[in-house]
């Protein structure tokens, strides 16, 4: 069964760009595969921001990989534009770049999200560059009360929609006022 209101861990640590050798055959790779050097990035500091799912919805998400996955992309995506966007908040557009994870470190299925954000983003009007505060990118608390809300909308939609499967001990979650509950 799920709990009512389930936990999702977000995490924000500044990164800071890697330099990379300057060799021949190192600057050809990264022609041919895409890396860039720290030099070509933005000249701001970026952060790591991580959405991960609780264990109830991991378990979920083991037999409906697509939908699910695809879910957890877009809620990532959609809280980050749109805290950022909250005049409030930055008051920009930001650009970000998603992976997905869907191991934890121990080897069991733990689904979460790296991404890395530039700290700041182009005003409204796209005519300026807005900067978030130095060390400081968007508050824990509410990007996760967004993502939660905009993950558990997305996952009764699924259900609605019967594009999530069940199977074992989570056959019952099928029905809707189980699900729901």
């Given at each position: 069964?799920?709990?009512?209101?389930?936990?999702?861990?977000?995490?924000?640590?500044?990164?800071?760009?890697?330099?990379?050798?300057?060799?021949?055959?190192?600057?050809?790779?990264?022609?041919?595969?895409?890396?860039?050097?720290?030099?070509?990035?933005?000249?701001?500091?970026?952060?790591?921001?991580?959405?991960?799912l609780p264990a109830e919805?991991?378990?979920?998400?083991?037999?409906?990989?697509?939908?699910v996955y695809g879910l957890l992309f877009k809620a990532s995506a959609q809280t980050v534009i749109t805290i950022a966007a909250d005049p409030k908040r930055m008051g920009a557009r930001v650009g970000m770049t998603s992976v997905l994870h869907i191991w934890g470190?121990?080897?069991?299925?733990?689904?979460?999200?790296?991404?890395?954000?530039?700290?700041?983003?182009?005003?409204?009007?796209?005519?300026?560059?807005v900067a978030c505060k130095p060390g400081f990118f968007l508050h824990v608390r509410v990007l996760s009360r967004l993502f939660r809300r905009l993950f558990l909308d997305g996952l009764r939609d699924l259900h609605r929609a019967g594009q999530l499967a069940f199977f074992g001990d989570l056959?019952?979650?099928a029905d809707a006022d189980t699900f729901t509950a």
């Open positions: 069964m799920l709990p009512a209101v389930p936990s999702a861990a977000i995490t924000i640590l500044p990164t800071i760009p890697a330099r990379t050798a300057t060799a021949r055959n190192v600057r050809d790779r990264r022609r041919a595969t895409g890396w860039r050097r720290a030099e070509d990035l933005l000249p701001v500091e970026y952060f790591h921001v991580v959405f991960t919805i991991a378990r979920i998400a083991f037999w409906n990989k697509k939908a470190s121990a080897l069991t299925h733990h689904p979460h999200i790296h991404m890395i954000v530039p700290g700041g983003g182009l005003s409204p009007d796209g005519t300026r560059w056959a019952e979650l």
